[in-house]
């Protein structure tokens, strides 16, 4: 149970936990939802993943009752960004997410879409972005009718300690391409420099964003996203965090303690 739930501004809502295990159960069952609604409407859940803590918190899915409950098998599993480096390597999402989550649950290899490692970071970002098209026009992935854009039942999403989400980085020109879905960066200020990532036209077309934030070192970052949730201001490159505001989904935040120290929860931003 969410310490503090707090709906910021139509279509985003803020949840603080006390302790680490109840944000993990917590966002279990949120995840578990979109996946039974997904498959419901739609016959099938597509979720794009991230590095940091994002395998980490999902760990309750692996357990009981998610398990056994979900249907693995309608899960089509993709990553909102990725780091150069072999499938194989420490700091491979793919690695992380394989080791934690996909050798544990029963979703099919076959709905497994890993970036490509064996290309360069350009041509592995056209390759991922073909992969997308074709999921799209085959309406695995659902279709934004605002832009076309694959619209993803969920994506879950780290924030940095700089507001970096993805591997999109404060003041970073990818923040400001308009008609890709996919692009690369090759001087990450964290390494490795060369990654593969959504756009955030790609992030906010999807029907559910979660944002994931957990220790000290995040607080600042957590701050300067979500202080201003309540008010209309333009996109700000500076904290690509704050620029997550799905056209026509939902944002849920969901914060530990540590990350919600420098939030002034009842300030007039927030409606308790
Ligand atoms: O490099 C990356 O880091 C960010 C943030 O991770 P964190 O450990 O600082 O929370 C992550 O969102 C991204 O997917 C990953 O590639």
Not at 68 to 80: G, I, P, R, T
Not at 112 to 122: A, Q, R
Request: glycine share 4%.
């Amino acid at each position: 149970m969410a310490t503090t739930v707090c709906e910021a501004k139509k279509n985003t809502e803020l949840r603080v936990f006390e302790f680490s295990d109840e944000l993990a159960t917590d966002l279990a069952e949120y995840v578990a939802q979109l996946s039974e609604i997904s498959v419901k409407e739609r016959g099938c859940f597509t979720i794009a993943l991230s590095g940091g803590p994002i395998v980490g918190v999902m760990r309750k899915l692996c357990e009981a009752p998610y398990q056994k409950m979900l249907d693995w098998s309608k899960w089509y599993v993709l990553w909102a960004d990725e780091r150069a480096v072999a499938k194989t390597h420490a700091e491979s999402n793919y690695k992380m997410t394989k080791e934690g989550l996909l050798s544990k649950v029963p979703i099919l290899n076959s709905h497994v879409y890993s970036i490509n490692d064996t290309l360069t970071v350009e041509e592995a970002a056209a390759d991922y972005e073909f992969t997308i098209r074709q999921l799209v026009k085959a309406r695995t992935i659902s279709v934004s009718e605002i832009n076309d854009c694959p619209k993803f039942d969920l994506i879950l999403l780290s924030v940095g300690p700089t507001g970096s989400i993805a591997s999109l980085h404060p003041n970073h020109p990818a923040l400001e391409l308009t008609d890709e879905w996919v692009t690369f960066i090759t001087n990450s200020p964290e390494p490795p420099p060369e990654r593969i990532t959504f756009t955030m036209l790609v992030i906010n077309s999807a029907s559910n964003v979660v944002i994931v934030a957990t220790g000290e070192d995040k607080a600042r970052a957590v701050q300067q996203s979500v202080s201003q949730l309540s008010e209309n201001v333009g996109p700000d490159v500076s904290v690509p965090a704050k620029m997550v505001t799905p056209t026509e989904g939902k944002l849920v935040w969901f914060v530990d303690k540590e990350a919600s120290k420098e939030i002034e929860l009842e300030s007039d931003n927030f409606e308790l």
